[in-house]
């Protein structure tokens, strides 16, 4: 049940404004930041970060989840309707790290361990049952960020933790053996791991809280580094996890950061040239309600994520009414910034989203305090909008008998 964004994340709003939460599978446009919705995910209450990987082959997206009961379990998610496959429960009292699909191998690889264990596992995991396989032992290894990648040419989990001594970035092979752990430069800072299994090479970003980020192409076997060019932006707040991830077809990386004054966006960079393809801005939302673990399927091309948010969005897949132009009236319009809503039936909720499909106004509290015009059956809605900047904004406005969508132009 795709939908395009302004006749989703409707409302049906309570007189208090509470909404129930649930998770959803949604696809994403990454020039927008956009999504649309594909379904909700059956009692999902939380997602580990950094976790989540693809089988393309499969059309398979996988993620570590808890449930409702505070169960955590491996989802595999049906992308074509968001329907789960697998959820099998994680081990009790085993901790698992660093999961990443193999899709030239068709093999789910992580790691292992007990407590506080420094003697980790490499293992292979079933994802019906997750019946898990040792391959090999790592010794000294603490540290795991889930920062990681498969190289599928070589069959290789690629990712960085501590060997007890150094930062190091690990590339372990399909028979368990560490083939190289290269330290990190020392003083520096690398995130965001890709491998683009199309040319076989090692993507990522060199941070840094003090200079611009560069993004860079880097040997896994001794960690020498080729700067493609620099992010032309400060991106303060670091490289946000388990949102990196590669378009091989297009050779396009994705990523989300901060800028400097702490908005997060989605940046997409060429990869030939560093050059940013677009970079919106996250949708606003409010905690916890969020969108996370972006992934390319590279059979496709398109981008897949998981959104936590209001339990109203999925019931949103009606089509707005067009029987309202009577009924529902916004005035002035054109509008310096400040406009009212005028109906003559009952109003439940309003929201107005910019032409990015971000919310401007999630429910104003102001409708239940609605003036009645003239003691008729006629009430009005005030919305301000200010703040906002001069252009074309769309105002979704429920009622008894569905939703109504109009066009609002704010000309100050």
Not at 112 to 130: P, Q
Not at 299 to 312: I, M, N, P, T, V
Request: with cysteine; hydrophobic share 35%; aromatic share 12%.
């Amino acid at each position: 049940m795709k939908q395009n964004i302004f006749s989703l994340l409707l409302f049906l709003l309570t007189s208090n404004f509470s909404f129930a939460q649930r998770e959803y599978f949604v696809e994403v446009t990454s020039s927008t930041c956009t999504y649309n919705i594909i379904d909700s995910i059956p009692a999902v209450k939380w997602v580990a970060l950094g976790q989540s990987t693809f089988d393309k082959t499969n059309k398979r997206y996988i993620f570590r989840g808890q449930d409702t009961s505070n169960n955590y379990k491996l989802y595999s998610i049906d992308v074509t309707n968001a329907s789960v496959i697998f959820n099998p429960l994680f081990p009790s009292g085993h901790q698992f790290g660093n999961i990443r699909f193999d899709n030239s191998s068709g093999i789910l690889y992580g790691l292992h361990w007990v407590g506080a264990s420094t003697s980790v596992d490499f293992i292979s995991i079933n994802t019906s049952n997750f019946n898990y396989t040792s391959i090999g032992t790592i010794n000294n290894l603490s540290g795991q960020s889930n920062d990681a990648t498969v190289d599928e040419i070589n069959h290789r989990l690629i990712f960085s933790a501590d060997d007890g001594s150094n930062h190091c970035l690990f590339s372990v092979d399909a028979t368990g053996n560490v083939v190289s752990k290269p330290q990190f430069p020392t003083g520096e800072s690398f995130r965001g791991f890709a491998f683009d299994n199309s040319s076989g090479i090692l993507y990522g970003l060199r941070w840094s809280d003090t200079q611009p980020t560069v993004f860079v192409t880097i040997n896994p076997a001794n960690f020498n580094y080729t700067i493609i060019d620099t992010i032309p932006y400060h991106l303060t707040g670091g490289i946000a996890m388990g949102y990196p991830t590669f378009d091989e077809a297009n050779k396009r990386y994705t990523f989300a950061a901060d800028d400097s004054n702490n908005n997060r966006h989605l940046y997409t960079v060429d990869a030939t040239n560093a050059q940013v393809i677009s970079s919106p801005s996250f949708p606003t939302f409010t905690v916890p309600h969020n969108l996370i673990e972006t992934k390319y399927d590279n059979s496709s091309g398109k981008l897949y994520a998981l959104h936590f948010g209001h339990d109203s969005e999925l019931t949103s897949v009606e089509e707005p009414r067009t029987d309202a132009e009577t009924t529902l009236t916004l005035f002035p319009n054109p509008s310096p910034g400040v406009f009212t809503v005028i109906s003559l039936e009952k109003v439940i909720g309003i929201e107005v989203f910019n032409v990015m499909g971000e919310r401007m106004i999630i429910g104003d509290r102001r409708i239940g305090n609605s003036q009645q015009m003239n003691n008729s059956n006629s009430y009005s809605f005030p919305i301000d909008l200010s703040s906002q900047p001069e252009g074309v904004y769309f105002v979704h406005i429920r009622t008894g008998r569905g939703f109504v969508a109009k066009k609002i132009i704010i000309n100050k």
